[in-house]
């Protein structure tokens, strides 16, 4: 079989040398060749000051460098160097939280084309341990029911770091994005939904994170909400289409 289609993993990361090896391990390479794809994982370094870059780069993975802090700096700094060569993207964290041997289940719908974006669902899926606090499932469940009734996103868990987009849709999105820390989940399904493309959660398992916890829950909160506020009122500057030509699973062979 002729690998025809290129998988990019970014990776963005600050201080996580205890959970990035797992993550980079687990991504299933042998099992996307099987279904045509060569993958690239680059690692975003969020200007960390333990050994994650090298405890990537030992791995021979892509690493680079984002000096400005937060998790939109450096998931900006990621899409800039996914390849032209790309066909589907794939963002998940460095702290082993989310599972990336589960990385076919995000892809599937858009390989068959059925949607465009594909959210990992923590809600709707397998929930380990202590891994989601009451207070933030209770906010996620709030801040989701919001952007479903005021968006129209059909999405199951709004501040999942686990999604897949094809190619085209980062390449539409990431102009318009503005976000420097962790509003960035809630900036891109925002602006997806107001540009029209089709999204949809699949369930994933979320585990106990390895490693401290980044997020500063009231002024990250905040910051989200306000991303909700500001955004309604949001329009991308020319209507973009939402329909791309893309290979289906039996094309890739």
């Excluded at 690998?3 to 040398?17: D, H, Q, R, S, V």
């Excluded at 993207?89 to 989310?98: A, I």
């Excluded at 599937?108 to 929930?127: A, H, M, Q, T, Y």
Aim: aromatic letters at 10%; hydrophobic letters at 40%; glycine letters at 8%.
């Amino acid at each position: 079989m002729n690998i025809a289609n290129k998988l990019t993993i970014l990776i963005p990361c600050y201080n996580e040398e205890k959970g990035i090896g797992k993550v980079i391990d687990a991504v299933p390479t042998a099992f996307l060749s099987q279904l045509g794809y060569l993958t690239e994982i680059i690692v975003i370094d969020n200007n960390s000051t333990d050994k994650t870059a090298y405890v990537a780069r030992k791995r021979k993975v892509t690493v680079i460098r984002e000096k400005k802090k937060g998790k939109g700096n450096a998931l900006k700094t990621g899409f800039r160097a996914v390849s032209r060569n790309t066909d589907i993207v794939v963002m998940l964290d460095g702290d082993d939280t989310y599972k990336a041997h589960e990385i076919p289940r995000l892809i599937e719908p858009l390989i068959s084309n059925f949607c465009d974006v594909v959210i990992g669902s923590r809600l709707g899926g397998k929930v380990k341990g202590n891994s989601l606090k009451l207070q933030n499932r209770i906010a996620n469940w709030g801040y989701t029911f919001l952007v479903r009734q005021f968006y129209g996103a059909n999405t199951t868990d709004l501040l999942s770091g686990f999604v897949a987009w094809k190619k085209e849709v980062v390449d539409q999105l990431h102009p318009h994005l503005e976000s420097e820390g962790f509003a960035i989940e809630m900036e891109m399904i925002t602006k997806m939904s107001k540009i029209g493309f089709e999204m949809y959660s699949v369930p994933i398992t979320y585990d106990e994170r390895v490693g401290q916890s980044k997020i500063e829950a009231f002024s990250d909160g905040f910051k989200i909400l306000y991303t909700l506020i500001k955004n309604l009122t949001w329009k991308p500057e020319k209507q973009i289409p939402t329909k791309f030509p893309f290979k289906t699973f039996s094309e890739s062979f």
